[in-house]
């Protein structure tokens, strides 16, 4: 859909207007704040044609390109490259490999994800103390740490963590308790099976039996055969009928957990680094586009990771599988799902859907789980949930919306930032030269360039 090209910005408003593609939260966020509290002219348009477009971009300094479709995105950026190959291009781009190819395509573009934009704030907010967000560059990890004294954000770089080999251990422990039923039939079919089999050796060692014999005769009562050519009267006569009685129904529950096992995906292993971790770990809810992205950061860093998702067969799933990332299905909101993930052995719990009531609800059945641990929710997209103030006893808020609004302001007037840093309502933007420059960010629903209160383009510049 095309509407009128318009301006927003007070009427002593001077210079030349910034372009806003995009009728979302982001876009509406960028375009109130450009125009009321930076008093920058903005034309704001959602879906413009390629004719209105021409007449528009000419008179513009900067565009910022924020629409929720990649190709759309990606065609409007074209589009005003070809149209204007000088102008500053700001461009929001969610997959990663269209956002790779189009800073190719286009140099002079910055390209950004607002779920990768959110994601060092919300690392910060899950470690807590004076850490206010966490990034890695190269093979550095950044910290932005508050200084006690100022309160303000002050870098720290140090190397990135090595493997974490104390996690072996822990993965070679198998804790049915943590697992799908399926898994857990397996296990106890197995370990059944496992335990006859070495009491029934350990039995003929003890009777005089050699080793080889002993394990001979061992195999043949699990196999359901008989015992070996042994004396099989008395009490151990008795103890290989029962044994092979049991292996039976043993059998039969390690083969129902194995069929499960081989017919539906697998997001959780039973060993190895996409088994389930037990202590310091972080539990994120909800694998999209920021969930995903978190998981992979925390990885990245050495931090332990489970994720947690409604829907088994969510694209953002199956990638995270790829990645190595442990995901359970299941509500997040359900208190077994929570306990099965160890959330009293966590270090925070990371509501990140996207929908916000639904972390607010998440962030209600954990403070009952463990109410000692931390809860950090994304919000943003629902202005009655996006209020910090009000979200404060339930943890700490993240508003992506308002994340990914600083970093477009700060681009298209041309201050080159590289990261957005969110502490509580405030916003800062850590600049290419490492200074830091503030934002007050204002509410999302003043922008009003659809209303009768914004002057047209083509009168405010006729």
Known sequence: MAVDAQVAGPSGAVGEPVLVIGAGPVARKVCATLAGTLKTPVVHLDGPGDAELADTVGGVRSAAVLLHDDVAALRYALALAH?????????????????????????????????????????????????????????????????????QPVEIRRPLPGRRWRRVPAGLQLNPRHHDPGTRLLLVGLLGLVFILLADWAWLLVAGHGPLESFVDAARVVATVGPGPVDVGGVYGTFSAVAMLATVVLTALFTAGLVDRLLEPRFVHLLGPRSLPRKNHVVVVGIGQVGLRLCVALKAQGVPVVGVERQPHASHVAVARRLGVPVVIGDGSVRL??????????????????????????????????????????????????????LLRLGVVRDVTKIAATFVMSSVLGHHPRMVVADDDAVHVLLDDGRLESFEVTHQDECHHMGDHVARFGAAHG
Do not use: H
């Open 83 to 151: 149209l204007r190959p000088d102008l500053p291009l700001t461009v929001s781009v969610f997959d990663r490999t269209m956002a790779e190819q189009l800073r190719v395509m286009l140099p002079q573009a910055v390209v950004i994800s607002p779920a990768s934009l959110s994601v060092p704030s919300l690392i910060g907010a899950c470690m807590g103390g004076d850490l206010m967000a966490r990034s890695v560059d190269g093979d550095e990890c950044v910290d932005l740490v508050r200084n006690p004294g100022t309160g």
């Open 337 to 390: 799902l929570l306990e099965r993930v160890r959330l009293d052995g966590s270090i925070a719990l990371a509501a990140v859907g996207s929908d916000d009531l639904d972390n607010v609800a998440v962030a209600v059945a954990a403070s009952a789980v463990s109410p000692s641990s931390r809860i950090v929710l994304r919000a943003g997209e629902q202005e009655a949930v996006a209020e910090t103030r009000s």
